[in-house]
């Protein structure tokens, strides 16, 4: 078999960084070469520097390895970032412009119109949006980013509704897992027995990355998808999974069986389908009354199916329903892995 491609994950010791480390330690195309994480925790052993808030323990062979700074010189061809928005603005393109290929799960270059924002079951054409930032930047690497875990959820179960439908109107109120936050994240006297209504930016990142997710990219012009998309972003005393229920409108409106029937269908590209870590079943439809529900659901296919039920018929617009996604594996570092398992499919990292 040949060597595996040697690489980096950047924020490693962050909620987020810890499932990709969790996610690559096994990993069939990728080994992890080195682990990169703030001031705080450069030059420490990683599990010394890093406070492991998932289940099990870091991988044994990861315990010792030093941790890096975020600087350009890391062993690696490709770099997953788990960084906090700010920070990757700066970082993420000193890796871009020194040659890395970078696989971004913050929000700091989503919206750029040369960045891909992908979910390769759903929008892998994207990815050909590189080529234009290699013309616009000058970089000799690039930078692709995943979207936020509520849109990943929500687009997953949108799209194949959106092809057969023609979906115009998202109405989604969210109930986002504590684990959402990082760590440490929302102090316990705030989420424990209640809601907090509000997450900053939440609202308009899921409204914006779902439209442009569902529309057209190729050559810096990305146009975004003619839905509107209203959206309530609630945290809950739940601590991984994130569950929203939406209402949909559609220009032909589908009976809960059609939808059904489309939702159990689908999936991603061929391509896609044969990546190490994509589920096989994209979508698990539930039938229960009762179902999805967080703590039962987010390990669908290794966190990396989104659950949806309760589809049935809306009084208000055309359909309701429920899903389920895991937001710290589909939602950020599984999604982001696939993103770096479908540029080397494609030849863009080799
Ligand atoms: N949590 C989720 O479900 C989720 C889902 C989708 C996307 N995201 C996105 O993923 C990113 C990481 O989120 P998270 O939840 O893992 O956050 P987190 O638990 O707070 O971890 C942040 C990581 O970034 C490093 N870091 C923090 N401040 C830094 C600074 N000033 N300079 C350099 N490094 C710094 C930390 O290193 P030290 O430990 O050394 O401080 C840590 O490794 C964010 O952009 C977030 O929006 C998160």
């Not at 700074?69 to 906090?84: I, M, Q």
């Not at 055309?318 to 594996?329: A, E, G, K, Y």
Request: aromatic share 6%; glycine share 8%; charged share 20%.
């Amino acid at each position: 078999m040949a060597s595996k491609i040697p690489v980096a994950v950047l924020g490693a010791t962050g909620a987020v960084g810890q499932r990709f480390v969790q996610l690559l330690a096994e990993h069939p195309l990728f080994e992890i070469a080195a682990l990169a994480a703030s001031k705080r925790s450069a030059g420490r052993g990683y599990a010394d520097a890093c406070r492991w808030v998932i289940p099990g323990d870091p991988p044994a062979s990861l315990r010792e390895m030093l941790v890096s700074k975020l600087e350009p010189n890391l062993p690696a061809r490709l770099v997953f970032s788990a960084l906090p928005a700010n920070v990757a603005r700066d970082v993420e393109p000193r890796f871009a412009g020194a040659g890395y290929a970078v696989c971004s799960n913050a929000s700091a270059f989503r919206y750029e119109p040369d960045v891909p924002l992908v979910i390769p079951e759903v929008n892998s054409e994207h990815l050909s949006l590189i080529f234009a930032q290699h013309k616009v930047r000058g970089w000799p690497g690039f930078i692709i980013t995943n979207p936020n875990c509520s849109t990943t959820g929500i687009v997953m179960a949108l799209k194949p509704l959106h092809d057969a439908f023609c979906l115009n109107k998202v109405f989604a109120f969210t109930m986002q897992g504590a684990s959402g936050a990082g760590y440490p994240g929302v102090p316990s006297l705030d989420i424990l027995d209640n809601v907090i209504p509000y997450i900053g930016g939440e609202e308009e990142k899921i409204a914006r990355e779902t439209r442009l997710l569902l529309g057209d990219a190729s050559d810096v012009k990305q146009r975004e998808a003619e839905i509107k998309v209203s959206v309530h972003a609630n945290r809950v005393p739940v601590i991984d999974g994130h569950t929203i229920t939406m209402s949909l409108g559609f220009e032909r409106k589908p009976t809960p069986d059609e939808a059904i029937e489309i939702l159990r269908a689908f999936h991603g590209p061929a391509e896609v389908q044969s990546l190490p870590s994509a589920p096989k079943q994209p979508i698990v439809v539930r039938d229960e009354d009762d179902r999805p529900q967080p703590r039962r659901d987010r390990d669908a296919e290794r966190g990396m199916a989104v659950s949806v039920g309760r589809v049935r018929e809306c009084p208000i617009l055309d359909l309701q329903m429920v899903i389920v996604v895991h937001n710290t594996v589909r939602g950020a570092a599984g999604g982001a892995l696939l993103n770096g398992e479908l540029l080397v499919q494609r030849g863009l990292v080799k």
